[in-house]
């Protein structure tokens, strides 16, 4: 007879589970599913039950979207286990997520601090009163639930479980040592951030939690704009409180390019870019509202909130390296494969790219590169292209943006139409896209050697960044052969 998904889930995470010593006794990470009625808490026991069947129901009802490698239906459920975890994970009949319980508290206690924290109240324009600190408190939890459940659902319909179901059982959140670790894992990780904003924000400022959270929090009789402005800074401000309570990683000490995750200032970033791309596209006043200042008080009144958790330590180091040359190059190498994997994503799904993925473009990029390569040939149309580009940090962007040129280059000769390329960069009009392929295809040759010189400059430091630490290279390849314990 069939198992249920409760009864599979259970059996996988009791068959998989990685074990770690501790005094002197071997003992599994995860013991198995976790029995809510097992809580001590009755009314942590109710909450998590109907999350569980709201996120259950959801992830059952979900859009069929064609870029998804979706095949399985969903399950969610608790995992019992002494560490702080969320695991994506899949058998033949399945696709599951998994919260560990001592998650579960470490993001309880998260929203106590914060929902106790005056500053965050005052930026979210809430009385000070019990009954709306509980409620802001619930509100919060929610936000930050979704926001690590959505992030897992992305490993699955992106295809990174799939992609690493050989080397590793779980696809976790939260690892030392952590095997198979890399930038293109890095990566994995960013675009399952980005993802999961979208859904969120979706979710809360669209869908129909939105006039819940309005009742209790009593914004009924505020004007939309002002709603929108609440749930909006919610997110961030949860977004903010999650990556601030892990210890920040040490860039001195640490393989950049051995991370499982990215830096967490660099995961901030990106998460706040893609909220954004979701507010231009959904709630475009919210771009203006949300300034640079108000994030920034926004993350002072989080950082002061949740201090205390990651050790009493801050992101001074992070921010300064990224800020760097080799920062900006991570970040850049980053960005590249993020839009690799989505193209590589996109393509799985498109049965027309498969039969022509032999070729370097599509028809519809070669007839793309024809018009534009003979009006590019004129010196009136030639000079005008470089008005979309523009020249920063030793490299070449799309004028006004953070998107490197390189970007968008490779989605095109990765056989992307500009209108699939759009798809990638919602930030971009199909204009700029058009005119970036135009400067690309007018300065071909130069445009290339740059590529590859960039792809030399990124591979020695990677090199130099072994030489300079031998010994920590040496403990991190030592490392990817044991076993190692999740962090706590």
């Known amino acids: 007879m069939a198992l249920t998904p409760a ?10 589970s990685e074990f770690v010593t501790r005094d002197g006794l071997r003992i599994p990470v995860f013991r198995g599913r976790q029995h809510l009625t097992e809580l001590h808490r009755e009314d942590l026991r109710s909450l998590l039950a109907n999350l569980q069947n709201g996120f259950n129901e959801a992830l059952a009802q979900r859009k069929k979207v064609p870029e998804h490698l979706d095949d399985l239906p969903f399950y969610l459920d608790y995992i ?13 009949s399945s696709a599951f997520i998994g919260i560990t319980v001592p998650l579960v508290y470490e993001l309880l206690k998260i929203c106590d601090l914060l929902s106790d924290s005056e500053p965050i109240r005052r930026i979210l324009g809430l009385e000070n009163t019990q009954e709306l ?32 179901q050989s080397q590793s059982k779980f696809f976790s959140e939260f690892v030392a040592g952590n095997q198979n670790t890399n930038i293109e894992r890095q990566a994995e990780e960013a675009d399952a951030d980005g993802y999961a904003a979208y859904h969120v924000l979706a979710n809360f400022i669209d869908g129909g939690t939105r006039k819940n959270i309005s009742a209790v929090l009593k914004l009924d009789s505020a004007l939309p704009d002002v709603v929108d402005q609440v ?28 991370l499982s995750h990215p830096p967490q200032a660099a995961r901030l970033d990106y998460l706040m870019r893609h909220s954004i791309l979701w507010c231009k596209e959904n709630r475009p006043s919210l771009v203006d509202w949300m300034t640079n200042d108000r994030f ?63 070729d370097v473009e599509s028809l519809q990029s070669q007839r793309f590169f024809r018009t534009f390569f003979q009006a590019a040939s004129s010196s009136r149309i030639g000079h005008g292209l470089r008005e979309y580009i523009e020249q920063r940090n ?23 139409s500009p209108e699939g390329i759009a798809e990638s960069f919602p930030d971009l009009s199909l204009e700029e896209i058009f005119g970036a ?9 130069i445009i290339d050697h740059y590529l590859a010189e960039g792809r030399l400059e990124f591979e020695a430091l990677r090199q130099q960044a072994r030489r300079d630490n031998p010994v920590l290279y040496s403990k991190l390849a030592d490392a990817r052969h044991r076993t190692h314990m999740p962090k706590a």
């Open 7 to 16: 009864e599979a889930f259970d059996k996988y995470v009791r068959e998989n």
């Open 80 to 92: 019992d286990s002494d560490f702080s975890n969320a695991v994506a994970f899949r058998d033949d």
């Open 133 to 164: 600190r509980d409620w802001l408190n619930i509100v919060l939890f929610q936000h930050l639930l979704s926001l690590v459940v959505t992030h897992e659902f992305t490993h699955h319909v992106h295809g990174h479980v799939l992609k690493h």
């Open 231 to 258: 749930l909006f800074s919610c997110f961030v401000i949860v977004a903010g409180a999650f990556l601030f309570s892990r210890p920040p990683v040490d860039l001195t000490k640490e393989d950049l390019f051995g």
């Open 296 to 358: 920034q008080q926004t993350m002072r009144a989080v950082a002061e909130a949740t201090w205390g958790m990651n050790g009493g330590l801050n992101w001074d180091a992070q921010t300064t390296f990224l800020r760097s040359e080799r920062g900006e190059k991570y970040l850049q190498e980053l960005s590249r494969l993020i839009d690799a994997q989505k193209a590589a994503l996109r393509a799985s799904a498109d049965a027309s790219f498969q039969e022509a993925q032999g």
């Open 394 to 416: 030793g490299g070449y962007f799309i004028k006004g943006t953070r998107i490197s040129l390189d970007s968008v280059v490779y989605a095109f000769l990765r056989g992307e």
């Open 437 to 445: 392929l135009a400067f690309y295809m007018a300065n071909r040759k």
